[in-house]
């Protein structure tokens, strides 16, 4: 247990000043395991889209941290997320990734959980027990559940602010990736399905790589050359066709103190729709058409166009082939990421296909994009352990110092700083976010879930 | 014509030799970088499809793959789609295969499920072992369900379906083809 370990992260480990980064944060166990002590309980974790669960009765398996947990609808179509963890000896009281269920039986010795967590069957409770359990204090344990706009999150620690709080400034981002293509707040419909997949690095690299690294791009030269944007054209963006005709400015957001990060672009003025999808109608038209009514609906503030960012600790959004990828801490050396892939639920399905098509090829271990990304986070986490390497800091320092406030436009938030192009401003604000919980000992609050119950 | 059992037996060997035979040289092509070449081996209409494969409770199996066409799935994608992973890998500088993995690919109990005069339905079971850079190794293991259209006395592949059987992908990336 790392939980009391003797580390200082704020201005040692994570020295924001001097944009330096040690690379035990990456590779120590005992950093990681502070993580898992220190992050995750006290964040608000992504668990999943309203649509994965439709129907009464529904659930999914999601993860928070290293743990299972089941998302589902009750039958009165309350949102649920429990730990999948039986009370009695900690089996999983529900193995399959995905069904509809009444209740949770229990494999082992048979304990039942209804559809709301409530222990329900326990069986020689009167042989056994002799009728001295209290069954209402034996029920699965259940996360905090915050519904955003259908994508639905979950914490463990009481006090922690909720959500939208937590969200901070980044809300007019994720409100922007939340809106569907025409700027309304309507369905969005996850595809059947969800990526999981298992890459040799620490979950930092990615969480830290979404949140605004357009310094990568040597990563992406090859599939730059081929064909990948249903565009049509070179290149791995459908945006990249139509910005070529812009003025813009390509920013990096970041919200502090909450660490979440944006990054997109902002064109200069309220340009027309430029055609994209000129061999495709259908989607073409839909297209065209929502633009148009963003516009109209939301003024200037429609050319923000967002690319993605990440929601503090360990989740990432996309937007375009609107994707939520999730950096899920297995050890210090490796990451379960999940992905999964929406669109817009009332859409021809043309542009379903279109959007599903793009996905699928640009990001996930199939896609053409995130393969050179998970080639570049592994080898960065070997080069983060070895003895010697271990005794130099990374580099955090790009663009330190130029970070602006209420720029280009004030109405890009409050407690946001911009910076155009290539900066690493927004690592800087995710890992100082990031310090200062490691820095909270997880004894000076509450614990993340109530273990009096347990009494 | 002579109809005999062993007329019959023969033809069943004779097939199963020559899609032993076309098997065994796509493989020769794949695990030696000829990748331009295993692509004229598609037909130009081909489906190539890989599902995601989900854990179900029993008798909920009909679940267990994600569907062609409409879900999430590792591959649904034709030959326009292949041929820019095979670009992406001849550039040199597609970093997942660079330096380019080594394969061996086997195949094993094939099936030939149904004949006609244009097409055959073929099953196989195949085993792909990879090893990258120094440690870098996966195995890839499963089912592979193959649509061969005959071409002269050989054949395109006009359809594959590939059933990895694994839920949670083991490997960090599926650069490689199957
Ligand atoms: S472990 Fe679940 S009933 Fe015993
Ligand atoms: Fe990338």
């Known amino acids: 247990m790392g939980g009391d370990a003797p580390h200082k992260y704020t201005g040692d480990l994570v020295n924001i000043e001097r944009g330096r980064i040690s690379r035990e944060i990456f590779s120590a166990r005992a950093v990681y395991d502070d993580e898992l002590e220190r992050i995750f309980p006290k964040s608000w974790l992504f668990i ?125 981002y994720f409100d922007d990736y939340c809106e569907l293509p025409d700027g309304t707040f309507g369905d969005w419909q996850a595809f059947g399905g969800i990526f999981k997949w298992k890459v040799p690095c620490n979950w930092k690299f990615g969480a830290e790589n979404f949140a605004g690294d357009y310094y990568h791009n040597p990563s992406h030269a090859s599939v730059d050359q081929v064909v990948l944007s249903p565009a049509g054209t070179k290149g791995r963006h459908t945006y990249d066709e139509v910005t070529r005709e812009r003025e813009l400015y390509k920013l990096n957001i970041c919200v502090t103190p909450e660490g979440h990060t944006a990054r997109g672009e902002l064109f200069k003025d309220d340009y027309d729709y430029i055609p994209t999808y000129q061999d495709m109608a259908v989607v073409e038209d839909y297209f065209r058409e929502c633009y148009t009514k963003r516009q109209e609906r939301l003024g200037e503030k429609a050319r923000w166009f967002g690319h993605g960012g990440t929601i503090f600790p360990n989740v990432s959004y996309s937007n ?7 950096w899920h801490p297995s050890g210090p050396n490796e990451t379960e990421i999940w992905r999964i892939f929406l669109a817009p639920k009332d859409a021809p399905v043309e542009v379903k296909n279109v959007l599903r098509h793009y996905v699928i090829r640009y990001q996930g271990p199939a896609g053409l994009t995130e393969q050179d990304d998970m080639e570049n986070w592994g080898s960065a986490h070997l080069g983060a352990k070895g003895t010697i390497a271990r005794r130099h800091d990374f580099h955090y320092g790009m663009g330190m110092g130029y970070e602006q406030k209420g720029w280009p436009v004030e109405w890009l938030g409050g407690e946001v700083h911009a910076t155009e ?19 909270t000992p997880p004894d000076t609050r509450r614990h993340p879930v109530s273990v009096e119950a347990a009494e | 014509m002579d109809q005999s059992p062993d007329k019959a037996l ?138 061969l259209r005959r071409i002269g006395e050989g054949f395109e592949v006009a359809a594959r379906e590939i059933y990895l059987d694994q839920s949670v992908l083991q490997a960090k990336n599926l650069t490689i083809f199957f």
């Open chain 1, 48 to 172: 999943g889209h309203e649509s994965q669960v439709p129907e009464p009765g529904d659930y999914i398996l999601s993860r928070m941290a290293e743990e299972s947990v089941i998302f589902n609808r009750d039958r009165r179509g309350k949102l649920h997320v429990m730990l999948n963890n039986c009370r009695h000896r900690g089996m999983r009281v529900c193995r399959a990734d995905s069904g509809n269920a009444r209740k949770f039986m229990c494999p082992f010795h048979a304990w039942t959980f209804s559809d709301e967590g409530a222990l329900i069957g326990v069986p020689k409770l009167d042989t056994g027990y002799h009728n001295e359990l209290d069954k209402s204090q034996w029920g699965l344990i259940e996360a905090r559940v915050a519904r955003y706009h259908g994508f639905v999150f979950a914490c463990w620690d009481e006090e922690t602010p909720d959500f939208e709080t937590y969200l901070g400034d980044l809300r007019f």
């Open chain 1, 320 to 326: 375009g082939v609107q994707s939520m990828g999730t």
């Open chain 1, 421 to 439: 192009d290539v900066s690493e401003q927004n690592q800087r604000a995710y890992y100082a976010r990031w310090a200062e919980m490691m820095d």
């Open chain 2, 10 to 147: 023969m033809d069943q060997i004779l097939v199963r030799y020559r899609v032993e035979q076309f098997y065994t040289m796509e493989a020769e092509l794949l695990d030696g970088r000829q990748f331009e070449a295993w692509l004229d081996l598609l037909a130009d209409d081909i489906r190539y499809w890989m599902p995601v494969t989900r854990n179900r409770n029993f008798g909920e199996w009909d679940g267990e793959h994600t569907n062609e066409g409409e879900d999430l799935n590792w591959f649904d994608e034709g030959k326009f789609e292949l041929e820019q992973r095979v670009k992406q890998i001849m550039t040199g500088i597609h970093w997942a295969e660079e330096p380019v993995s080594r394969t061996t690919h086997m195949f094993s109990n094939l099936q030939v499920i149904d004949e006609s005069a244009d097409t055959l339905l073929t099953r196989v079971r195949f085993l792909i072992y990879r090893n990258r850079n120094e440690t870098e190794t996966d195995f890839f293991v499963g089912k592979r369900h193959d649509k």
